[in-house]
Each structure stands twice: as structure tokens, then as C-alpha cells.
């Protein structure tokens, strides 16, 4: 059984390195206030959830979430999910990102976005993604998007192995 899929203090133990991961080693993930909230190993998952903070407000007069913010999201969860199906410490960089705005974020509301790995070559990795509200779920999606990631050769992301 392979940790993390289905042992639940496993997985917790997991959740944890791979949250310290994406929130201390990317600068940005932190001072936006990202935070990894789940993820598959088998199925190549991740979701990350942004709080809703005044400072990521794009239009003050409607208080919702700026579209940037809301970029980094897809982005970071869709990179989030290459790193959980590849499960190495291998770097990867995003190679291309589209992403299609659907609605305005509701004001007030955290923005979760699910990534899915669903193909991995030798050099690349295929994702799509969708950011929506847990009220709403994924059935009425603020944004999606479709990414590849190049799968790096040299240097790692983070040391995930037990401290």
C-alpha cells in the first residue's frame, strides 16, 4: 500500500511536508496565504484554497478577488498536482497556462481550485485545473485551465522524505 493514498496518519504526516513545501518554499504561495488542502497520490490530485483577503481584492467597488490571484492559484495547484503524481522531488516549471474566467469570484469567499494530472511524459506533464467556491463546488467553476509543466533533470523542490 503505497503511504498517503489510503492510510489516513500517513497521509496526514504527508499533507504536512508537502503544505510546509508549497507555503515556505514559494514565497509568493505564502504571502498570498495559499495553503495545500488535499491531494491524491494515485489519481495525480491537488486542491489548494485561497483565503479572501482585502489586499487580493482587484476592484474595490465589487470586493472581489483579483484575477492575478486567482492565476497563481490555478497555477500553483496545477504544479501542486505534477509534484503529488510524480511524487520526486524533481523541480518542474510551467511551460503553459491557459485559463478561462467563468464568473467573478463572490466577495467574501475563499477560492478553492482542484488540479488534476492526468498524463505525464518522459520531459512533460499535462494538467487541468478548476477554482471555484466550496459552497458552490465544482459544478459552478470561477476559472479553469489546461497547463503543461516541464519536468526538470536537475536541481529538486523540496526534500519530502520523513524528518
Known sequence: ????????????????????????LVPHNRAIGM???D????EGIAIMSLPYRPE???????????GGAI????DATAGASVFTKMWSTAAVATLDLRIDYLKPATPGQAVLAKGVC???????AFVRALAYHEATGEADPVASATATFILGSRGSFANMEKK
Not at 39 to 42: C, E, K, Y
Not at 71 to 74: A, F, G, P
Not at 118 to 124: A, D, F
Request: aromatic share 6%.
Open 39 to 42: 491531494f491524491d497520490r494515485a
Open 71 to 74: 492565476t497563481t492559484l490555478l
Open 35 to 37: 495553503e495545500l488542502v
Open 1 to 24: 500500500m503505497s503511504p498517503g493514498v489510503s492510510d489516513p496518519e500517513s497521509k496526514a504526516e504527508l499533507l504536512e511536508r508537502l503544505r510546509a513545501a508549497f507555503t515556505d
Open 118 to 124: 492526468y498524463k505525464l511524459t518522459r520531459n512533460v
Open 56 to 66: 487580493l481584492i482587484g476592484n474595490p467597488d465589487t470586493g472581489v478577488i483579483h
